[in-house]
């Protein structure tokens, strides 16, 4: 055909480069052994039936200097840069030894940045924190560890107690072992002062209040309160003990804790905890009815039972603001009260001793009024009827006189406190003897059988005996008769 080259000889069936390239047939741009199936075709070849129709490329040059082109960028890889070569014994270590240096800035930086600690800490449950939940643990020990923190620990299973997951509101118990997370720290805020505690009383205050003790120990103070001063504030009530409280540190870091209360007119034994452990101890024992709390008490008239046991439930009474109580056999909640008459005075007055089995509000002024015989001095529940002419005062002759509860470190706090004046000389008065006043408890009541013991239970089993007998014979000869 007119002018028309003759056809190259080719070496595989997609076009590869022949004799003229100037490399041996078989044999790929690379220098390689090519696929003679395939060929040495790269994805951006293009069909030797194309190739008459781009004999230049877009930009002008010829066909084959094009493919040149080609080759050469192959040989430098992707974005004209040269292919991956591996690195050399030599150049390992130098590679390895900059990867850290590299590294340890971009660490240190994250680090600081969170303010995270990589150490886990375990924290041992003190005999002090026996009982209290995890989330007030983390306030005492760790304060800096918001809620927030702890909700979170909890949530990602992050916070453990002896190896179990634990939430914020679990109970610990002494001994164990509480995994905690990492800190994590708060920004950098400007060191706060160190809280001091002010003691807002005035010395004659704090000598009024240590005067009131009359026991104390590393757990446990008990005082004696006084007539007329209430347990805790309220609506103009500026003078209580909780106030006083700051006067009873001693060596101590923390002020006592209440645990019980008294009226504000009953005089006696209160209890009070020196630290977080015996008051958590404490509570549990009035909770559980264990504590025994002994009263003396004068009241009107003389009890028909000298020994017994009031139960009347007891509720608010409607219309006095939660003042005052009243015996609801409907609503009510159950209330119990033991009585025991000391002595008597005719039948114009008798001192009686009172032992609560709960503790409800005014429970042994509401009983006392509710059997006929109300305290003397207690005008809210007795009226007019509760006082006593001539020389007995008009205070009320209500007193705690004995407090007995186990003690958190083994062993019991059993403290009696000395009557006021106006309830020693109303007693004294009326002519009653105050040594008979302490009498045992059920408990300490020694109920081992005497010898005259044994010898009446024998006579009275005899008798018995004797008198079975007779009824036999009885029953046998009225059967003869018939």
Known sequence: MKGRPPARPSTGATGGKGPRDGKPAGRSASGKPSDKRFGDKKPGDKKPADRKFDRKSADGKPGRARGRAKAASARKGEGGKPPFKPRTKAAAPAAAKAAPAAAKPVAAKSSA???????????????????????????????????????????????????????????????????????????????????????????????????????????????????????????????????????????????????????????????????????????????????????????????????????????????????????????????RTRYRVIERAGNRAAWVELQPYTGRTHQLRVHLAAIGHPIVGDGKYGGKDSFLTGSISRKMHLHARRIRVDHPDGGRVDVMADLPTHFANSLEDLGFDLSLGDMPLDDEIDRTPTREDEKKFARQHAKQVRKDRKGERRSRGGGRGE
């Open 113 to 335: 940045a969170k303010g995270v600690s990589l150490d886990v800490r375990q924290f041992r449950v003190a005999a002090d924190d026996d009982g209290i939940r995890l989330d007030r643990w983390f306030q005492r020990h760790l304060p800096d560890v918001g809620f927030n923190i702890v909700s979170r620990w909890s949530r990602t299973g992050q916070l453990r107690v002896d190896g179990a997951r634990a939430a914020p509101g679990d109970r610990i118990v002494e001994g164990q072992t509480i995994r905690v997370p990492p800190a994590e720290a708060r920004p950098d805020m400007p060191e706060k002062a160190k809280r001091v505690r002010v003691i807002d009383l005035t010395p004659d205050e704090i000598a009024y209040a240590q005067e009131m003790v009359i026991h104390r120990d590393a757990q446990a103070i008990v005082i004696n309160k006084p007539p007329g001063l209430a347990t805790q504030g309220g609506t103009k009530t500026d003078e209580h003990v909780d106030k006083l409280l700051d006067a009873l540190l001693f060596d101590s870091e923390s002020r006592p804790k209440l645990v019980h209360r008294l009226d504000k007119d009953t005089s006696g034994a209160l209890l009070l905890a020196r630290t977080s452990r015996s008051a958590a101890h404490f509570a549990k024992t009035f909770s559980s009815r264990t504590a025994r709390k002994v009263y003396w008490a004068l009241v009107i008239g003389v009890p028909s039972i000298n020994d017994g046991m009031i139960e009347l439930p007891l509720a608010k009474q409607p219309g006095t603001g939660g003042e005052k109580m009243h015996v609801d056999e409907e609503e009510g909640m159950p209330a």
